[in-house]
Each structure stands twice: as C-alpha cells, then as structure tokens.
C-alpha cells in the first residue's frame, strides 16, 4: 500500500515523472527538505523513498512533499479516483504518454491567464450532462485532422469570454438589425 501511495505522490497525482521534473526545475534554486522535517503522515506516505530521499533534488523533495500533504488531505473517493488516474498512466502506450507530457510542458508554458481560461473551459465542459460531454466527444472524433485544427484556431481566436457568449452577442446583434430593418 505504501508503495502506491508514493507512486501517487511521487507523479504528483497527475502525469508522471514530467510534473516532478517541472516541480523540480521551477524550486532549483530553493532548498531541500530534511526527512526528519516531514511529518508523521508525510514520512509514512512517503516512506518507498527514505533510502534515496537524500539524494532527490531539492525541487523534487518539496514537490513531494507538497502530494504527500495533498495525499493526506484528500477523502477516501478522492484517493481512489488518483489511483485509478495512475493505472490509467502506466497502462497508457509510451507515445500517449509522450504526447501528454508535451501538452502539460506547452500549457505551463502558457500566460497565467490563457491557463485560467483553459481551466474555466475545461470546468464549464466538465459540468456539462454526461450525454451532453458524450455528444461532444463524439462529434470530436468524427472530425478529421484538419476539422480538429480548424477548431482550434477558431477557438485560439475567439473572444476570450468564450465561444458562447460571442454567439450570444451575435445573435443579440443580429436580432437588433433585424428589428431597426422593419
């Protein structure tokens, strides 16, 4: 049981070794953490790592550390759902894998504000009905490559609100030169 929770933790509950790395290069600079800092429930969901927590990269212990208290505070759905999130890692193709760490690395790339957008959509897509979000996901297979990335550069250049409220404003403006036409 350990052992899983320091895979959890250790990929940061996410994607793998590319979140520790990124955790890593942003607090090179910073210092490391002392095992016997940690604390109880810290070192006990950490433990698989005692024998070589001295030699991680400062970065890498205070990435750990930080999931460790994500661990703890989390409910018990909670830890579940970041179990099956990690099956799902390590049974993924590497190329998938791959892929996936390139789009995390371009999104901390992004402005803080482009990645609040992209988070703000991903919340409005997420609570969506499932048959809705089923709908769309199928629509979105459907496309072509080319469809795909049409979309995204219409999406790239949408009013930053967001698509449904620019089609809002457009029907409203429409619909008021319709009415000043009569």
Known sequence: MRTWLAI?????LLAGHSLARADDERDDDSDGVAWQQLTPAQRDVLEPLRDQWDALPPGRQQALTRGAERWESMSPEQRERARQRVDRWKNL???ERERMK????????????????LREDF???RDLPPDKRQELRERW???SPEERDRK????DQADPDGPDKQDKRQDKKRKH???SDD
């Not at 959890?8 to 940061?12: A, K, M």
């Not at 390139?102 to 957008?117: C, T, V």
Request: net charge negative.
């Open 8 to 12: 959890v933790v250790g990929t940061t």
């Open 93 to 95: 193709p590497p190329e």
């Open 102 to 117: 390139q789009r995390y690395e371009r999104f901390k790339s992004l402005p803080p504000d482009e990645q609040e957008r």
């Open 123 to 125: 919340k409005r897509y």
């Open 141 to 143: 297979h459907e496309m």
């Open 152 to 155: 995204r550069e219409r999406w």
């Open 177 to 179: 030169d319709d009415d």
